[in-house]
């Protein structure tokens, strides 16, 4: 009775676990919910990020470095109408990353219409548990290229299948909506880096053969033995025909 009680405390504790991050993935879509919002904000307490309230809270938190300037470059603009060009310094590693990808594939600049927003310059429609105000999130223009709209769309979402961003496509008005979610991101980028230095690397060809050799040597079974046998047999009956050969054959140079 006890263990089957321990049965079944254990898979409810594992349908606890597991569930967040089975809902999570394969679910990517541009569509917003309540609970995208929510796991959006629930990154930034776990994060320990200041919402910050108001203009001087901002500047406050770019002296302290909280926040960095996020100055737009050759692949992506920050449009006029940002009243707050700073950032997470992670926000800003995935613009550069991002904005380069963008322009290769498309030629058009990406553009930011929004970053960090004080509380209490939101606008009337934010959402109450919105991350604008953690400078976590940034809002990309719709380009009128639909070949860039399907490159973003599709980079976005296999972004957040991964679970590395929320991204929402907004109506009112029309944008992209990107909330970045810092240590997964800069995991991923980690992860990125070190897979193209290895590519960049010169070969290493005993690199894989390691393994192979580690499992041979790992225990002898059956047809190592036998194949054991069978060298060490041939290998007798070599020095025994080449000693019975005649003389002859030991001038040869071995
Ligand atoms: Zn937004």
């Known amino acids: 009775m006890l263990s089957r009680f321990r049965t079944l405390a254990l898979s409810h504790l594992l349908l606890l676990v597991a569930s967040p991050a089975m809902a999570a993935a394969g679910s990517a879509t541009l569509r917003g919910s309540p609970a995208s919002m929510a796991r959006q904000h ?18 406050k938190l770019v ?28 926000l800003r590693l995935f613009l550069e990353r991002l904005g380069e990808q963008y322009r ?32 976590m999130a940034v809002d990309f223009r719709i380009s009128r290229q639909a070949a860039c709209r399907g490159w973003l769309e599709q980079a976005l979402l296999s972004l957040e299948k991964d679970q590395l961003l929320d991204v929402t496509r907004e109506r009112n008005p029309p944008h992209y909506h990107v909330a970045v979610f810092p240590v997964e991101y800069l995991a991923y980028v ?8 290895a590519k960049a690397a010169p070969a290493e060809p005993a ?5 192979l050799a580690a499992t041979r040597s790992a225990g002898w079974d059956s047809d190592g033995l036998a194949r054991f ?5 041939l290998s007798v009956a070599l020095v025994f025909a080449l000693g019975t050969s005649g003389g002859n054959r030991r001038n040869v140079g071995f």
Do not use: M
């Not at 629930?42 to 500047?59: D, G, I, K, L, N």
């Not at 996020?70 to 707050?84: A, C, H, L, M, Q």
């Open 42 to 59: 629930e990154v930034a307490e776990e994060q320990a990020y200041s919402f910050v309230r108001t203009p001087a809270e901002v500047r």
């Open 63 to 90: 002296e302290e470095g909280e926040l960095v300037a996020i100055p737009g470059n050759t692949d992506y603009e920050v449009s006029r109408g940002v009243s707050f060009p700073y950032a997470k310094p992670e």
């Open 104 to 135: 290769s594939a498309c030629g058009e600049s990406l553009v930011v219409t929004s970053l960090t927003r004080p509380i209490s310059k939101q606008p009337g429609n934010a959402h109450p548990l919105s991350v604008h105000p953690a400078g």
């Open 190 to 197: 980690a992860r990125q880096e070190a897979a193209a230095e």
């Open 207 to 211: 690199a894989e053969e390691k393994p």
């Open 229 to 233: 046998a069978l060298v060490v047999a």
